[in-house]
């Protein structure tokens, strides 16, 4: 996030306890709670490439677990770090 992005979200949360009161009884809050302020504020245009790889199957909710078959593609795409890791699905990640 930009600092003006950051600056923002401060703000808008000084001026809207009702958000925190509504995250505090949420499900994974933090899969959300910044993410929707983000897209709320004047800078949701500004996003920029993501340093994660990821994949999701057509209709998926979450991502796929990655396996050792997804390593090429994923160390390809220039990202630091991927998701979603599952040692007892495929324990390839682990030494590496």
Same mark, same amino acid.
């Given at each position: ?27 994974? %809050? ?6 929707? +302020? !983000? @897209?709320?504020?004047?800078?949701? /245009? ?25 390593? %090429? ?6 990202? +630091? !770090? @991927?998701?979603?890791?599952?040692? /007892? ?8």
């Amino acid at each position: 996030m930009t600092g003006e992005t950051v600056e923002w979200i401060i703000n808008y949360l000084g001026q809207h306890e009702d958000y925190y009161i509504f995250y505090k009884n949420t499900v994974c %809050p933090d899969e959300s709670f910044f993410q929707t +302020l !983000v @897209m709320m504020s004047p800078y949701a /245009d500004k996003k920029t490439d993501y340093l994660t790889y990821l994949h999701f199957s057509e209709g998926a909710n979450s991502p796929d677990i990655l396996r050792a078959s997804d390593f %090429p593609q994923a160390k390809e795409s220039g990202c +630091l !770090v @991927m998701r979603k890791v599952d040692m /007892d699905v495929d324990d390839f990640f682990v030494s590496r």
